[in-house]
């Protein structure tokens, strides 16, 4: 079993930045891939960006240049680095271990 906790969300103006944090426990040696995906109110969740064991990283176009993915081997933590936010990254942020292990999410607002 892998538990996921997500936390950093929050509430940001058009233009600022976040940092959300994802600390994996318990059978960690088994995770691939560590994912970030977010649901906006009425919409399907969607794949952010991914970073694999082996450091392979994609972003979804529309932030690509904006978020950074990355992993703290030591803390067992992945971080999702958000800059240049626009309210149209509103969501839930979800955390995901081989698309398998989800967390709780954490709510990043982006409003004036």
């Known amino acids: 079993q892998v538990y996921i906790a997500e936390s950093g969300g929050g509430l940001v103006q058009p233009g600022g930045s976040l940092r959300l944090s994802c600390v994996f426990s318990?059978?960690?040696?088994?995770?691939?891939?560590m994912n970030w995906y977010r649901q906006a109110p009425g919409k399907e969740r969607e794949l952010v960006a991914r970073i694999t064991s082996g450091r392979d990283i994609y972003y979804k176009d529309s932030v690509q240049g904006r978020f950074t993915i990355s992993v703290d081997n030591d803390k067992n933590t992945v971080y999702l680095q958000m800059n240049s936010l626009e309210p149209e990254d509103t969501a839930v942020y979800y955390c995901n271990g081989n698309n398998h292990y989800w967390g709780q999410g954490t709510q990043v607002t982006v409003s004036s």
């Open positions: 318990g059978n960690i040696w088994t995770i691939l891939t």
